[in-house]
């Protein structure tokens, strides 16, 4: 595998659940796999999981680490072929991807959205443009437009927590007071859709996500009705698609409460507001799985990073 950049990079997602969850019990049984290498973590914006977690897993792998918070302490960059660079960008993609790439073997980046400019963000500059101009493999760690290291760790909580043949998994979105990104509910419909599930996706109208993404998955507005009868609840809240990036509404009523979610398990990213998006009586019950999903997305990161690494 040479870059893991979205969901479609997973060419058999039972097998790779498979293989994270043997890792998963024996996480130091390729520590020297990436002995003399080096993977650097490139952060545009803030993270705790990812940040720790994909730290973990290369450590676990025998990877040196070099991380930075690009976004904050790098020089801003130029992404545009043929600009007069006389504004506030002094450093173009094409040095920064090159020079990046000869001090590590694997580049792993966090990029979200503006959120103000859907062309921009779909084009995924930063990735791409990590892509384009460097020679070794790429990690998505968040884009603008999706969180595949989040959904394969979602995936093996699932794997992991599921006892039936065909379990009915719903994602709501939720209200919140801040304009978020579409990322980590791309990666998990997508995710869904290499499932055997009863997949129904519960929102207002107007917060539909990109129908590119969404495909045919079912989508019903109604919560109460798209919570009947679940065994899994994945709660996020993602901004407008379609009057981009904009907040149409913050109903406190689309709360998950332990009431609406029933006998189901609670399932979030991470991190959460707690009494907006979910109510506490939900996060600190057993019902709750977002504390491993959080672990999980070490041995997420690990079989990424080790299937590149058997790649090199
Ligand atoms: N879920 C997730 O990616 O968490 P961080 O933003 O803290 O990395």
């Given at each position: 595998m040479k870059h893991y950049l979205s969901i479609k990079d997973i060419d058999n997602l039972s097998e790779w659940v498979k293989e994270a969850r043997i890792l998963k019990s024996?996480?130091?049984?390729?520590?020297?796999?990436?002995?003399?290498k080096t993977i650097c973590l490139l952060f545009f914006n803030n993270s705790l999981r990812t940040r720790l977690s994909t730290q973990k897993a290369a450590m676990n792998l025998g990877l040196d680490v070099m991380v930075m918070n690009f976004g904050s302490e790098g020089w801003a960059l130029e992404y545009g072929d043929?600009?007069?660079?006389?504004?506030?960008?002094?450093?173009?993609i094409k040095e920064a991807a090159q020079v990046v790439s000869q001090y590590c073997d694997i580049v792993a980046i966090r990029a979200f959205p503006s959120l103000t400019d859907k062309e921009q963000d779909e084009a995924e500059v930063v990735l791409n443009g990590f892509k384009k101009y460097t020679s070794i493999p790429v990690v998505n760690m968040e884009s603008s437009v999706g969180h595949p290291l989040q959904a394969l760790a979602d995936a093996i909580t699932l794997d992991e927590q599921n006892t039936k043949a065909r379990p009915k998994v719903v994602l709501s979105w939720a209200p919140h007071p801040k304009a978020l990104p579409h990322a980590v509910a791309n990666s998990f419909v997508e995710m869904m859709g290499l499932q055997e599930a009863d997949f129904v996706i519960t929102h207002p109208?107007?917060?539909?996500?990109?129908e590119a993404i969404t495909q045919n998955a079912t989508i019903e507005y109604d919560q109460k009705k798209a919570l009947e009868n679940a065994d899994f609840v994945y709660v996020k809240n993602w901004s407008s698609y379609k009057d981009y990036g904009k907040i149409l509404i913050q109903d406190p009523n689309w709360m998950m409460t332990k009431e609406k979610l029933g006998s189901a398990k609670f399932m979030h990213c991470l991190p959460v507001r707690r009494n907006v998006v979910v109510e506490d009586a939900v996060l600190d019950?057993?019902?709750?799985?977002v504390i491993e999903q959080a672990n999980n997305r070490t041995y997420s990161a690990q079989i990424v990073l080790k299937k590149i690494l058997e790649s090199l």
């Open positions: 024996q996480p130091k049984a390729d520590k020297n796999l990436g002995a003399n043929g600009t007069i660079m006389n504004q506030n960008t002094s450093e173009h109208e107007g917060y539909e996500l990109n019950s057993d019902q709750s799985l």
